[in-house]
């Protein structure tokens, strides 16, 4: 399974643009990545999910270099609602016996300060 | 359409009791997963379900057992409660696990063993 590893937490101010990066060195080929943010006393949820280079949906946007042993959620102009936990997953997304992309690991807990 | 539900919100148990966690899903999902998450281990995957009557170990199985004889269900028992297993249960569930697919979350259970 690749083991992923992220900041433990961040602090951020309204209205900046947050970069969390997540190193996964041993990425395999057919590995994805995938992000979900977890609000406190509630389950994570989906945030953006990519396999190379740069991915962009109406919440966020990741970055994947080439070499894909890291990545980058990017969260633009951040509000007081986007202090939650991030979480970066790397696995195989269709069920195969790999279960890395269920695997959360401790995430980064990001506080968005007025 | 309720999502994910989970039953009960909180209970307390004394060591050696046992317990049945209920999930249940309106979506017609065909995976189904438990997790349990601890203060600053983020989440970890304890069993899951690749459809009715089909269940498979995640990365803590022991002290758990799990059942689906439906398919909108998902049961986690606790035959004999210990005290590390205080912590908060959450259930998801998922079509599938191919790109881009996302896993929806319950609001947790959280457990106390006394």
């Known amino acids: 399974l690749a083991k992923t590893t992220q900041p433990i937490s961040m602090d951020s101010y309204e209205g900046q643009e947050v970069n969390i990066t997540c190193s996964h060195n041993?990425?395999?080929?057919?590995?994805?990545i995938t992000w979900y943010q977890q609000f406190p006393s509630q389950g994570p949820r989906f945030i953006i999910q990519g396999y190379k280079t740069k991915v962009t949906n109406e919440v966020a946007s990741l970055f994947i270099p080439a070499d894909r042993k890291s990545s980058t959620l990017s969260l633009p102009r951040v509000s007081l609602s986007d202090t939650a936990v991030y979480y970066c997953?790397?696995?195989?997304?269709?069920?195969?016996?790999?279960?890395?992309?269920?695997?959360f690991g401790k995430g980064t807990k990001l506080s968005v300060k007025p | 359409n309720a999502g994910v539900t989970q039953t009960p919100k909180f209970r307390v148990l004394k060591t050696g009791q046992s317990m049945t966690l209920l999930c249940a899903q309106d979506m017609n999902h065909e995976y189904m997963y438990w997790y349990r998450q601890d203060p600053g281990m983020g989440l970890r995957l304890i069993h899951y379900?690749?459809?009715?009557?089909?269940?498979a170990k995640g990365e803590v199985p022991d002290g758990y057992n799990v059942s689906r004889l439906k398919k909108q269900n998902f049961l986690l028992g606790l035959e004999s409660a210990a005290p590390s297993q205080t912590s908060v249960y959450f259930c998801?569930?998922?079509?599938?696990?191919?790109?881009?697919?996302?896993?929806?979350f319950g609001p947790g259970t959280r457990l106390l063993v006394l």
């Open positions: 379900s690749v459809g009715e009557g089909t269940t």
């Open positions: 998801a569930s998922s079509y599938s696990l191919d790109l881009g697919e996302t896993q929806y």
């Open positions: 041993n990425i395999a080929t057919n590995d994805y």
């Open positions: 997953l790397v696995g195989v997304p269709n069920y195969g016996g790999s279960q890395g992309n269920l695997i």
